[in-house]
T-cell receptor, first 112, second 116 residues
Framework: SQQGEEDPQALSIQEGENATMNCSYK?????LQWYRQNSGRGLVHLIL?????REKHSGRLRVTLDTSKKSSSLLITASRAADTASYFC????????????FGRGTQLTVWP | NAGVTQTPKFQVLKTGQSMTLQCAQD?????MYWYRQDPGMGLRLIYY???????DKGEVPNGYNVSRLNKREFSLRLESAAPSQTSVYFC???????????????FGPGTRLLVL
């Protein structure tokens, strides 16, 4: 079964707007990661947040983690058409072997 | 560095045929993974190899076998393909397993498999 569930399933915005995607999960974790997948390509790692962290920034990306609610959000500020992709959250369910459990993803479309 | 490479890019099989998907990484990573991605779904782990010489089942191992040939290569074999195995297959690698290791996984471009 899916560990992470992203919300919304699809998001359509204009360039320059902010995009927020949410992820909920079910079990305890060591860390939560966000990946991006452009159409027809492999996944690319965006950012990792550890279970003892609440917020992390990387360029135009901001990730928050609330372990009490078992949820995370990914904010992309000042979106560009090139940000159009699917975004997945992945958790480790507490494993240290690198096993990742992915959600179904959010399809983000940014219109010029 | 090429990163993670996968061959072939596309494959069409008939039910019952066998094939091997190849994956190689040139980053000297210890751990390697095989995932499948079905339409509208996230990735699901088929098998993984935490280190050279070890392999373990993931979430959806039925119908598949793997071989960690050496540190660089990790192959996935379908012995008797079924239509339910139509999917996109991704290989990934990670530098170190275990606590304190690097958690980021690096993905290959995928193999698109159609089983008729």
């Amino acid at each position: 079964s899916q560990q992470g569930e992203e919300d919304p399933q699809a998001l359509s915005i204009q360039e320059g707007e902010n995009a927020t995607m949410n992820c909920s999960y079910k079990t305890s974790i060591n860390n939560l990661q966000w990946y991006r997948q452009n159409s027809g390509r492999g996944l690319v790692h965006l950012i990792l947040i550890r279970s003892n962290e609440r917020e992390k920034h990387s360029g135009r990306l901001r990730v928050t983690l609330d372990t009490s609610k078992k949820s995370s959000s990914l904010l992309i500020t000042a979106s560009r058409a090139a940000d159009t992709a699917s975004y997945f959250c992945a958790t480790d369910k507490g494993s240290t072997l690198g096993r990742l459990y992915f959600g179904r993803g959010t399809q983000l479309t940014v219109w010029p | 560095n090429a990163g993670v490479t996968q061959t072939p890019k596309f494959q069409v099989l008939k039910t019952g045929q066998s094939m091997t998907l190849q994956c190689a990484q040139d980053m000297n990573h210890n751990s390697m993974y095989w995932y499948r991605q079905d339409p509208g779904m996230g990735l699901r782990l088929i098998y993984y190899s935490a280190s050279e010489g070890t392999t373990d089942k993931g979430e959806v191992p039925n119908g598949y076998n793997v071989s960690r040939l050496n540190k660089r290569e990790f192959s996935l074999r379908l012995e008797s393909a079924a239509p339910s195995q139509t999917s996109v297959y991704f290989c990934a690698s990670r530098r170190l397993a275990g606590a304190g290791g690097q958690e980021t996984q690096y993905f290959g471009p995928g193999t698109r498999l159609l089983v008729l």
